[in-house]
Each structure stands twice: as C-alpha cells, then as structure tokens.
C-alpha cells in the first residue's frame, strides 16, 4: 500500500531539516516495491514498541516495520498557484501525496532569514493555504468548463459532479479548504478524480529550535492566534526541533535521549510525527509472527479480513476462507501458540470480521 505524506512550507522554516531528520528512520526500500526511489522520498519506519516484542517472543530472524513516505517538496512561495518560484513543480509534486504535512516556523533568530519578514506563524499558515486553495480553484472552474456541454445534454453523471463543482467554488473563494464540503456517496469518485489538495488530510508542524526565542515558551499574541486557529479547525499539530533532531539522528538511542534531555527536548519530534501522520490517514497496524520473519501490514481502519490479507498478496481477498486471530498482548502473556491455543485465546474468524489494530494474524487460503 503506498502511503505518502508531503512536506510543504515557506521557504527557510526547517522544512528540509526535518525531512534529512526524517530520513534516518528510513528502512531498505527492498521491503516495500511501492517505494519511490527519489532522493526527496524516504520510506520512514513507524514507531511500533508492539513490533520489537513479538519478534522478541518468536525469535524472527527478520523484523519488518510498518512504513509511510515523506515526500520533500519544493519550497512555496507566494504567487505559486500562477507559478512563481517553483510552483508548478511543487503544486505537481504534492497532489501526489496522500496528506500534508505543513512546516511553519515558530521560533526567533536574526541568523535566519523569514521570508515574510517576521516570525508570524499564523500568517504563515494564511499563505500557505492562500495558494493551494487558489490552486484547487482552477482545477475546479476549468473542469466545470469542460463539463458544461454535459451537463446541458442531459448526463445524469456530468450533473452529479455539476452540483459538486457549485458547491467547491464559492467555498474555495470564500477561502475554505476543499475538504470543508461533504461529499455524498455519488458524488464522492468524482471530487477523489479532480485530486485537489486542500481535500487531502492536514497535519501542521510547529518547528522550534533549541536557544532561540520560542513562541510556544513566549506565549504572546502569535502563539494565542495559533491555537485559536488549531481549536477552530479542529487541526492536527505537533511540535518538533527539527535541528535537534536532525542533529541527533547519527547517535544510538541511550546517546540520543541524554543529549536531547541535555538540549531541552523531552520528546521525539519525529516519532511524533509519524505516529501522527500514520493516524492522518486512517490507517492501524496489524502483525503475522515467526520464527522467519515478524511484520508489521498496514490496513485502512476498518477492513475486513480478506480486505487486510491483500496487504501481504492481492490473492488473499478472492482465496480467502478464515483467519486465526489474537491480540499480540494476549499472545505475549499467553507465553506460546500452544499455550494461547489451550485457553481459547485463539479465534477463527469469517470474513465479515473488522480486523483490529493489534491483531496478529494468520490467514487460512
């Protein structure tokens, strides 16, 4: 399943930073076929304490983590929806992803040039938003354009998407994300076909960095502005050092947390921020274990059996017939599959079963 997160941003917020940061949690791209080889692509491991465990408890000779990529991409700048700077490679390059990850700044340092001008985070943000908003505007008003015929001919389907369309725009223009209109079921496929990025799921990254002035330590009018804006639209955030991070990514983990406790940076950004952007698209984990090999498959929340076996091979949907299932705690304190077999721990399930986030799994085919 190809997952890809992009990296987007003004330029000079720490943007690149994160993503080099990023990129030392990358795993062999040999592991996932979807990967895309480009140096701006890193496959990121998902942090997963759940995975280390079971592999522990079957001795695997192989650990396979569960992975999501991080796309970095060109810098915006103001004007990039009628392409100034680099905007159209950058408008081309994230309506590729799946989700967003918009890097705005939220420290103080004269050595680092803002090209605003002043630390503002929200208006950052305001930018930013400004020229991917007026991007999916033009994408919307030229494909009503070209349907019009269409619909004028009487097409129940041109007419579907027409509705859609008249919804989209005076949205867009009042400056609204895409993502703000619901979609009904008919009219669902058609706002996935015009790949707009303001519907695409929004995760911000608030970069600060160690001895300068911080806006979350500040707590002034541009910090306040900023959680307001976070509240009212109900938007993911997470804060991060990308340079602490970036700093520490070539030490060992006992290294790496006495010098971020030294540093002043109590959490791993970064892990933060894959947790949260594997959560950004709906997605859970679940696990097959043994002596061969321990991984980690991810699954859109909600699929059933069948639909979670074609992440190990696209047969399992049609061949499947049951599953074996158990939590992996259950299995861990069961202490073996013969002793968790003797209690009824282990449960043959159907096809209808929703599988959930945990599950170790062996699918009968």
């Known amino acids: 399943m190809s997952l890809s997160i992009g990296i987007v941003g003004l330029p000079n917020v720490g943007k690149s930073t994160l993503f080099n940061a990023l990129t030392k949690k990358s795993v062999p791209a040999e592991n996932y076929p979807f990967c895309t080889i480009d140096p701006s692509v890193g496959v990121v491991a998902v942090p997963d304490d759940r995975l280390g465990k079971l592999s522990t408890f079957s001795q695997s000779a192989k650990t396979v983590p569960a992975a999501v990529e991080f796309t970095d991409i060109a810098g915006l700048v103001k004007g990039a929806s009628e392409g100034e700077g680099l905007g159209n490679q950058f408008l081309s390059h994230i309506r590729e992803t799946d989700a967003i990850a918009e890097v705005v700044r939220i420290f103080e340092d004269e050595n680092v040039i803002h090209v605003g001008g002043e630390i503002n985070p929200l208006k950052d943000i305001e930018v930013i938003n400004l020229e991917l908003m007026l991007a999916d505007l033009q994408t919307v008003t030229k494909r009503k354009s070209n349907i019009a015929k269409e619909v004028k001919a009487g097409k129940k389907e041109a007419a579907i998407e027409m509705g859609l369309l008249e919804r989209l725009i005076p949205a867009l223009e009042a400056g609204k994300l895409a993502s703000t209109v619901n979609a009904d079921e008919f009219e669902a496929p058609f706002l996935k076909q015009l790949c707009l ?87 859970i984990t679940y696990f097959t274990t043994g002596t061969d090999e321990t991984r980690a498959w991810t699954i859109k929340r909600g699929w059933t059996a069948p639909e979670a076996g074609t992440a190990i091979h696209s047969d399992f949907k049609d061949k499947f017939v049951r599953a074996e299932i158990i939590g992996w705690r259950e299995l861990l304190d069961a202490g073996s599959y013969a002793a968790a077999r003797e209690r009824g721990l282990l449960r043959i399930e159907g096809k209808e079963y929703v599988v959930k986030d945990g599950d170790v799994i062996e699918f009968k085919v």
Do not use: C
């Not at 303001?198 to 995760?203: A, D, E, G, R, V």
């Not at 960095?209 to 306040?224: F, I, P, V």
């Not at 900023?226 to 955030?237: D, K, P, R, V």
């Open 197 to 283: 990025i303001t519907s695409k799921p929004f995760l911000y990254v608030l970069n600060k960095k160690a001895g300068a002035r911080n806006l979350d330590e500040l707590r002034d009018e541009r910090w306040t502005a900023l959680q307001e804006f976070l509240n009212a639209t109900h938007a993911g955030h997470v804060i991060v050092d990308a340079g602490i991070e970036q700093e520490l990514k070539d030490l060992d983990e006992i290294d790496k947390s006495e010098m971020r406790q030294g540093l002043g940076a109590h959490d791993d950004g970064t892990d933060t921020l894959i947790k949260r952007g594997y959560e950004l698209l709906g997605l």
